[in-house]
Every structure is written in C-alpha cells, then in structure tokens.
C-alpha cells in the first residue's frame, strides 16, 4: 500500500497547497484575486480609479485563471496516479457476495462489535452516539473500564506514572502470574527521569527513590537493577549516550509503557491488545482476499472449486500449495510449522515431529513414509529411524 498511499499525499498535498510546485495553492489564488476586487472596489467608491485600473485589474483576472487551472491539472493528474497505483496492487477485483449480515442476531452482532471497536480506540463519544441510535446493549461499568484505560494512557504520555502505578499495585499479583515487568519498568522511568533532570547531576533524588522503590525488585530483575545503579558513574546524560548503557537514555523507555500498559490491562479483562476490526481490516483488506479471490478464480478454471461448505482448500489436489498470507508481525501470534513433505500445516492432530536425524515433517507424514517394519527413511538424508523414536517438538 505504499504506492497508492503515496499518491494520496501528494493529492492532498496539491488539493491543500503544501506542494512544493511552481504554482501557488488554488486558495492563495482565489484570495488574492479576491483582495484585488476589494482594492478596485474602495478606488470606485473612492472615484480614483484610472483606465490602467481595469487594465490591470484584466491582467490579474487572467493570471489568477491560468493558476488555478495549471493546478487543476496537478490534481487530476494526481488522481490518475492514484487510480493507477490501486489498479496496480489490488489486480484481482474483489468478488461480489450475498448480504451477510440480514438476520437480527447477526445484525445486532455487527452493531456490538462496531461499539465496541469504538470503545477500544478511545472514541468514547462516537461510541456513545452508536450506542444510542443503535440500541446495543453494553455494560456502563465495562464502558468505564476503557474510559479508565485511556485516562492512564494520557497521563504516560504527560510523563506521569501514578495513575498506572496505582493501578499496577491493586493488580500486583495478576502481573506476577503472568511475569508480567510493568510495575518494576513503570519504576525504572521515573528512576531515569529523576537521574537525567539535574544538570550538573545530582544523583541523590533517584538513589533515595531506588532506594525505596526499586529494592523491591532485585531479586526478579537482577541484571537490569545493577545496570542502573552502575549507569551514573557515567553522568553526566551526554557521557552516557556514549557509554554501554546508552539504551537508558533512549526514548523508547518511557514511550514503551502504553503499549506495554494496554497488554497488561486488555489481558485483566480477558481481552486481546489488537483491536478485533482493525486486525480484520489490516489482514483482509491487506492481502487475504486478493490471494484467496485469485485461488479461487484459478481453480474455477480448473473446475476444482472447493465445496458448498465456503472452507478454504487444504489438499495438494486442488491447489499446488495452502493458500499462505502473510502476516505483519503483530498478527503472529505463535510459531506456525508447514511440514516440507505435505505442504501442510501442522496441528494439535499433527503435531511436528523431529526424527533421530534431526529433521522435521509432521505425524501424518512421518506414518506415511513409515514401512511396514516401522522404519522410516528421511526424505532429506540417507538417514533411516524408527518411526517410535521420533520425538513431538514445540515451537
């Protein structure tokens, strides 16, 4: 999408007049026109205007006519390129289906999911607003917790940690289920900020917090206390930016903590990071249906369409290989084995298997290649096993 997404700034950078062209905005054009009829306007009230006024007021018309079409042509110009770069990444139209969502419960699915989509981005009075025109039905105190959320993000972001800190303690022992280090580098920022804020340093104020706070710590993050008591003999900050701990003094210590914030609170209540919608968008409109719609019209030509029952093709009959999008790393959410014999995916059914050569194909195709006397010959190496000193592995 970088193409098409290119092209859209640069046509909203014409339409706006942020271009760096030869031409003035189509705005700047039309005010100046504008403030030349109000010049020869007051002349005309004021009875002084000449014959070269209206000469002049012609040649400004003109010049102002001629700007604004040379710019006209910049943004239909843009527009082509636009429709070219969509045309370009997105070949294969996207297919046209039957409504999906006709029934009430999947309606009213649709309506919830939408809400709260709302309520998880922080558009609280968009969300209000759906909520009442649609008639979705949703938990006040559930609202409040995102409202809750969003209200302790914004104080990260104004550099202050109470309200997540607070937050951190009454939850103390969820974080520690899930070794879950927010509460400690929740600490560590305030810790840094208090160590870098004086000039020349002064090292007491973050020692006495340490102290008091970060001691607590030591026994689970061992190495990464020492490192910050040893840091401040390289202090002042423009020393340390150039010495092993320069990762302290990088901003991503204390911008890190929304994101990580946001995990840890999503997981209190049973919910994912990502946004359900945005993840749909980012996947779907990506790549998903332009490769599927494709498979799909390359196997109608074969006249292998997979069945009434709109599952994807799995067999190597009706397609080369498994349909494989690819996933943006915040999408993968765990490790995914395509076994090198079968194409296919592994599963909990057919788990991978690592043989006493020390490679891998999955269960279903290790019995496969199995012989009747339970030997099994690695399609990769001369090398032969049994089929029962094959051992599962976890990714």
């Known amino acids: 999408m970088d193409g098409p997404l290119k092209d859209l700034a640069k046509l909203r950078a014409v339409t706006e007049g942020t271009s760096k062209g030869k031409n003035p905005s189509i705005e700047h054009s039309l005010d100046t026109l504008l403030q030349t009829l109000y010049q020869v306007r007051s002349r005309l009230d004021a009875g ?52 999906l969502f006709t029934s009430d419960n ?31 039905v949703i938990d006040p105190k559930f609202r409040g917790k995102f409202e809750e959320l969003y209200c302790i993000l914004t104080a990260l972001r104004r550099q202050d940690i109470g309200p997540a800190l607070e937050w951190s303690r009454e939850n103390r022992e969820f974080l520690r289920s899930r070794s879950s280090p927010l509460e400690f580098y929740l600490h560590r920022s305030q810790y840094i900020r208090l160590l870098l804020a004086c000039d020349p340093p002064d090292y007491q104020p973050a020692l006495s917090y340490a102290n008091g706070t970060l001691r607590h710590f030591y026994a689970e993050h061992t190495t990464e206390f020492r490192r910050l008591l040893t840091c401040v003999v390289y202090l002042p900050k423009e020393k340390l930016e150039r010495s092993p701990y320069a990762d302290l003094t990088s901003p991503t210590v204390h911008t890190d903590l929304e994101s990580l914030f946001a995990i840890e609170y999503c997981a209190r209540l049973g919910m994912s990071r990502q946004v359900p919608l945005r993840v749909v968008g980012d996947i779907a409109a990506g790549s998903a249906l332009a490769r599927i719609e494709k498979a799909h019209a390359v196997m109608k030509e074969r006249k292998s369409e997979w069945s009434q029952s709109d599952e994807l093709p799995v067999t190597r009959r009706l397609i080369s ?47 496969k290649l199995s012989k009747t006397n339970g030997r099994v010959k690695c399609p990769y190496c001369p090398t032969e096993s049994l089929q029962a000193n094959a051992l599962r592995i976890y990714f």
């Open 106 to 136: 999947a309606k009213s699915s649709l309506d919830l999911t939408i809400a709260m989509h709302f309520l998880r981005t922080g558009q609280f009075s968009t969300a209000e607003t759906f909520i009442q025109e649609s008639g979705v």
């Open 48 to 99: 002084t205007t000449t014959e070269d006024t209206f000469a002049l007021l012609a040649q400004t018309v003109e010049a102002k006519k001629k700007e604004v079409d040379e710019k006209q042509k910049e943004v239909y110009n843009a527009i082509a390129r636009v429709g070219k770069a969509l045309d370009k990444t997105f070949p294969q139209a996207l297919p046209a289906y039957d409504p």
């Open 321 to 367: 290989t498994q349909i494989e999008i690819t996933l943006p790393p915040e999408n993968r959410y765990h490790s995914i084995f395509a076994c090198p014999v079968s194409k296919e995916q592994s599963t909990e059914q057919n788990p991978p298997m690592m043989m006493t050569c020390g490679h891998v194909i999955t269960k279903d195709s290790l019995q």
